[in-house]
């Protein structure tokens, strides 16, 4: 399989869609943004994307559902880039790689404000891990793609569900060490983290040298420099690598 066969243009009509998805989650993180939760409602985010309450409800069961897209539309981009990536390169070798094609640490802006603003509610919270589980869903599907039939069911959902652990364990880490702060600095430490999370699965989880607590308002460390994320060029957690 090579990675044109991966990927196909949406029709103009899917495009139109895909707009309209966007506009409404869009609008959900705006009016959370400006007047917090519990102080608008499903008629506001559709006045706001330009849209009737109908179709909000044909894209977006909830108001709830609606905001946590936000995440899903982060590890949607990050799955594209994964199905690009060379199919007979082991599998974590392409989700860091994924991760890393995403150079600019704004594309991580949205996700890290829904987090910043959502953690204490526990409604919001619980519809983010359903994103996070649509999440996982979609890596088995794009990992059983491009390992061919056969594969190990429970290899597939053990490596889903570790990527997507990950993921939350650098979303928890950078929110601890920075608070809502979303400038670039700090969006370019988590970002950070998720590849280093990745890596560190790659590695096997070997222990990487202790640190002292990162400076607020200090970027990580350079995507390519040596942190755990690169040591993962053979990552041992990963033996059904290529079809």
């Given at each position: 399989?090579?990675t044109?066969?991966?990927t196909t243009l949406?029709s103009?009509?899917?495009?139109?869609?895909?707009?309209?998805?966007?506009?409404?989650?869009?609008?959900?993180?705006?009016?959370?943004?400006?007047?917090g939760?519990?102080?608008?409602?499903?008629e506001?985010?559709?006045?706001?994307?330009?849209?009737?309450?109908?179709?909000?409800?044909?894209?977006?069961?909830?108001?709830?559902t609606?905001?946590?897209?936000?995440t899903e539309?982060?590890l949607d981009?990050a799955?594209?880039q994964f199905?690009?990536?060379?199919?007979d390169?082991?599998?974590?070798d392409?989700?860091?790689?994924?991760?890393?094609a995403?150079?600019?640490p704004m594309t991580?802006?949205p996700?890290?404000?829904?987090?910043s603003?959502t953690?204490?509610n526990?409604?919001?919270v619980?519809?983010?891990?359903?994103a996070?589980?649509?999440?996982?869903?979609?890596?088995?599907?794009?990992?059983?793609h491009?390992?061919?039939?056969?594969v190990?069911?429970?290899?597939?959902?053990?490596?889903a569900g570790?990527?997507?652990?990950?993921?939350?364990?650098?979303m928890?880490?950078?929110?601890?060490?920075?608070?809502?702060?979303?400038?670039p600095e700090?969006?370019a430490?988590?970002?950070?983290?998720?590849?280093?999370?990745?890596?560190l699965?790659g590695?096997?989880?070997t222990?990487p040298?202790?640190?002292?607590?990162e400076?607020?308002?200090t970027?990580?460390?350079d995507?390519g420099?040596?942190?755990?994320a690169?040591r993962?060029?053979q990552?041992?957690?990963?033996?059904q690598?290529?079809?």
């Amino acid at each position: 399989m090579t990675t044109s066969d991966a990927t196909t243009l949406p029709s103009r009509r899917e495009q139109n869609k895909l707009a309209t998805r966007q506009a409404i989650a869009d609008a959900a993180l705006a009016m959370l943004r400006s007047r917090g939760v519990g102080n608008f409602t499903v008629e506001d985010i559709a006045e706001a994307a330009g849209v009737s309450r109908r179709t909000f409800f044909n894209y977006f069961p909830s108001l709830e559902t609606a905001l946590a897209s936000v995440t899903e539309g982060f590890l949607d981009h990050a799955l594209e880039q994964f199905r690009l990536r060379p199919s007979d390169e082991p599998i974590l070798d392409s989700a860091r790689a994924a991760l890393m094609a995403l150079a600019d640490p704004m594309t991580v802006s949205p996700m890290a404000e829904l987090f910043s603003l959502t953690h204490d509610n526990r409604a919001l919270v619980r519809s983010e891990l359903e994103a996070w589980d649509h999440c996982t869903t979609q890596i088995i599907n794009a990992a059983r793609h491009r390992l061919g039939p056969g594969v190990n069911e429970l290899y597939l959902r053990a490596l889903a569900g570790s990527i997507i652990s990950c993921g939350k364990a650098a979303m928890s880490v950078w929110f601890e060490q920075r608070g809502p702060d979303l400038s670039p600095e700090s969006l370019a430490s988590l970002r950070q983290h998720l590849i280093d999370a990745i890596g560190l699965l790659g590695s096997g989880f070997t222990a990487p040298a202790p640190q002292g607590p990162e400076p607020h308002g200090t970027a990580s460390q350079d995507p390519g420099s040596q942190g755990p994320a690169s040591r993962a060029t053979q990552p041992a957690a990963d033996p059904q690598h290529s079809a």
